[in-house]
């Protein structure tokens, strides 16, 4: 049967727990970002990763900025499909729907930004999670990998019916269950440093210049994959089992020996191929299927920025390069029949180019105003079996956000940020979905002192649900219906310090 449909996407189920930001990309890097979405064009400490230019309108001196971030999301399908019914454990309701939850939590996810400024430069360093970043349990696994089974059981079962019209003496069953888990984890680990310079207005107490900035970014990525799916059974009208590899081989028996009684060239023929089916079928499910495999890679990004101030208004833009990057599977046991995930081979993981920019402008001395765009070439980055060929269009995001300093110790502020991804039904699985969506956020920065500033903030986004109908549900020639959907919620707290 179908093995390798069940597990082609296996190790795309948690690859992309992108918390803010595009397909492969995490933006949420400070928590200044959490309360505020748009710092395209910052001239803080978290500027060190979005907007590197700015750094050189910092003071003079060491700036640091220790961060951890809680985030937890669901991802959430609400499948119809017939068979489903025929669950014995969990059958959904009376048309076949049932519901799958995925939960996915990073109990502290960590960020460090540092920059020192002396005079026109500045040296600036930021490490975090720049993708991925979490861990995810699916206990009852997902419609992709029951629809298999159920079908299998059905069409055995189909089989049988017409064996026993035929003469031969095949039970019919009654429904099947099934065994599924999956577990995985995700890390993209970035550390990039950079040299901002003051190219004008390199007096010290200008507020007017140019300024440029280069750097580039080590990507490291680690991830890990354990999932399996067993005890595939299918019970009987006397409420005894049968494994359903065993159940196949007998339809399958009984299929070759009907055969042999059959005058018809063409009915003998169909026999014999469904018999051959199912028993090569059998023969895949009968130890269950079973995934452990580590995989490792690294690339290099390479960062440009400028940014440009004028009094109140502060312009900000940044470029980061593609990054070619290739995963290596270290894989100790794959009996999906996919390989793909064999140990040894490489996979393709590339990180899109960036393109992003943002203005600030101060309203009042006490009052700011920012936006931001961020353009992500998805459609260019390279994925497992040229996924990014479907995608209808690349990644955009849209910020607008506001910062009101209401006492001189106390900044409140807020923003929104519209996701408009450019997936397809092609691009769409129920292993790793994206839906658009927006995101709000709000929180404040107190200044404990001249030097010692803390950052508390938090945010969640709401997605559109993803509906995808399909008179062939994942390749079992049957109808179904997928609605994809998701929740995320991100708390944040950072500590600032300016030596």
């Known amino acids: 049967m179908r093995r390798k449909s069940i597990f082609v996407g296996l190790l795309m189920l948690v690859s992309n727990l992108t918390f803010a930001g595009g397909i492969l990309t995490n933006t949420n890097q400070n928590i200044a970002f959490n309360r505020n979405f748009a710092r395209n064009a910052t001239m803080e400490i978290d500027g060190a990763y979005s907007n590197p230019a700015g750094l050189s309108w910092l003071s003079e001196g060491l700036h640091l900025s220790l961060n951890i971030q809680n985030v937890y999301q669901t991802r959430d399908i609400h499948s119809t499909y017939s068979l489903f019914k025929l669950n014995t454990t969990n059958p959904g309701d009376a048309n076949g729907m049932k519901y799958y939850k995925g939960e996915a939590a990073v109990p502290a996810m960590p960020s460090f930004q540092a920059a ?27 419609p992709s990998f029951e629809s298999t089974v159920a079908y299998a059981n059905y069409a055995a079962n189909a089989m049988a019916g017409q064996l026993s019209k035929m003469g031969m003496a095949v039970p019919g069953t009654t429904g099947y269950s099934l065994n599924t888990y999956m577990r995985g984890r995700q890390y993209v680990f970035g550390l990039q440093g950079g040299v901002t310079y003051r190219v004008t207005g390199q ?9 440029v900035y280069l750097g580039a970014r080590m990507n490291y990525i680690s991830n890990k994959y354990e999932g399996y799916l067993r005890n595939m059974n299918v019970s009987f009208a006397d409420n005894s089992e049968s494994s359903l590899s065993n159940y196949m081989k007998t339809v399958s028996t009984a299929a070759t020996a009907a055969s042999a009684y059959v005058t018809d060239a063409a009915t003998k023929a169909r026999l014999l191929t469904v018999a051959k089916t199912l028993e090569a079928g059998a023969s895949r499910l009968e130890n269950g299927i079973e995934l452990d495999c580590s995989q490792k890679g690294w690339g290099l990004t390479a960062i440009v920025g400028v940014d440009y101030r004028l009094d109140r208004l502060n312009l900000g833009a940044r470029y980061e390069f593609p990054t070619k990057l290739n995963i290596e599977n270290n894989t100790r046991i794959n009996t999906t029949g996919v390989a793909d995930y064999d140990h040894g081979v490489n996979t393709p993981n590339d990180l899109p180019a960036i393109l992003s920019g943002g203005a600030q402008y101060e309203l009042t001395p006490k009052w700011r105003v920012m936006g ?26 849209y910020m607008a956000g506001t910062e009101w300093d209401v006492l001189d110790r106390l900044t409140v502020s807020t923003g929104f940020q519209k996701t408009n991804y450019g ?34 903030a938090y945010f969640f986004t709401d997605y559109s649900d993803y509906e995808r109908n399909t008179a062939n549900y994942n390749s079992t020639g049957i109808s179904g219906k997928d609605v994809f959907s998701r929740t995320n919620k991100v708390f944040g707290l950072g500590i600032n310090y300016d030596f």
Do not use: P
């Open 423 to 456: 997936v397809t039904d092609q691009f769409q699985k129920d292993m790793s979905f994206y839906c658009s969506s927006y995101s709000l956020g709000f929180g404040a920065k107190v200044n404990l002192n001249s030097h010692l500033a803390v950052n508390v």
């Open 203 to 211: 007096e010290e107490n200008s507020k007017e210049g140019l300024s």
């Open 116 to 142: 020192y400024r002396t005079g026109n430069w500045t040296y600036s360093v930021n490490f975090g999670i720049t993708g991925g970043g979490g861990k995810a349990t699916f206990n009852e696994g997902l």
């Open 372 to 397: 931001g765009v961020t353009y992500y070439f998805d459609k260019d980055a390279g994925m497992a079996n040229d996924k990014q060929k479907y995608l209808s269009h690349n990644t955009m995001e």
